[in-house]
């Protein structure tokens, strides 16, 4: 069974920066595109990242374009997603989700179960 | 950037009866288009993608339609499982892919 499990939340200050990592399993990862999701508290489904299963391609909502950096690492299974310049609007659970395809230009088919990012002084 | 809007926001409907849930797409999507569920405190779940073609596991009561930029969630005999938030989205052309604002269905 396919599974994704996201961790690095935390609580940090206006300004900084934090890495998020999620961990895949039960499926060839290297083969698929991923993506980030977030949704802050009470709100919706926010777009936030994507990135390519060869890690070639990448892409970004405009409200994190330029503070944040999707990567991969195929030979650990695992996403990650560079937080900066990280602002009050920024707080919000962020999951991952695996791709249909490699190209990370199709629907989410496997969700995490998300890891929450809290942004306060 | 491609808008989703959905509509309702709130729906009130009994178990057992049909609840209709919409999607409008600001330009065309094709068939590019998933709606998720999502229970609180849970991840969301794939229900419907390619407009109409459900996700493996998914009830047949759960369809999915379009009409252009017009898309239709229908759940035909609402179960008590089914009262969460459900939520569009397209993927049309390449990421960042828009959602909807979300339908909360809620028990009348």
């Known amino acids: 069974e396919a599974q994704l499990v996201e961790s690095g939340g935390g609580l940090v200050q206006p300004g900084g920066s934090l890495r998020l990592s999620c961990v895949a399993s039960g499926f060839t990862f290297s083969s698929y595109g991923m993506h980030w999701v977030r949704q802050a508290p009470g709100k919706g489904l926010e777009y936030v990242s994507a990135i390519s299963s060869n890690g070639g391609s990448t892409y970004y909502a405009n409200s994190v374009k330029g503070r944040f950096t999707i990567s991969r690492d195929n030979t650990k299974k695992t996403l990650y997603l560079e937080m900066g310049s990280l602002r009050a609007d920024d707080l919000a659970v962020y999951y991952c989700?695996?791709?249909?395809?490699?190209?990370?230009?199709?629907?989410?088919?496997?969700w995490g179960k998300g890891t929450t990012v809290t942004v306060s002084s | 950037e491609i808008v989703m809007t959905q509509s309702p926001a709130t729906l009130s409907v009994s178990p057992g009866e049909r609840a209709t849930l919409s999607c409008r797409a600001s330009q065309s999507v094709g068939s590019n288009l998933a709606w998720y569920q999502q229970k609180p405190g849970q991840a969301p779940r794939l229900l419907i993608y390619g407009a109409s073609t459900r996700a493996t596991g998914i009830p047949a009561r759960f369809s999915g339609s379009a009409s252009g930029t017009e898309f239709t969630l229908i759940i035909s005999s609402l179960q008590s499982e089914d009262f969460a938030v459900y939520y569009c989205q397209h993927y049309n052309g390449w990421p960042p892919y828009s959602f909807g604002q979300g339908t909360k269905l809620e028990i009348k």
């Open positions: 989700a695996k791709d249909l395809t490699g190209n990370a230009n199709y629907y989410m088919d496997v």
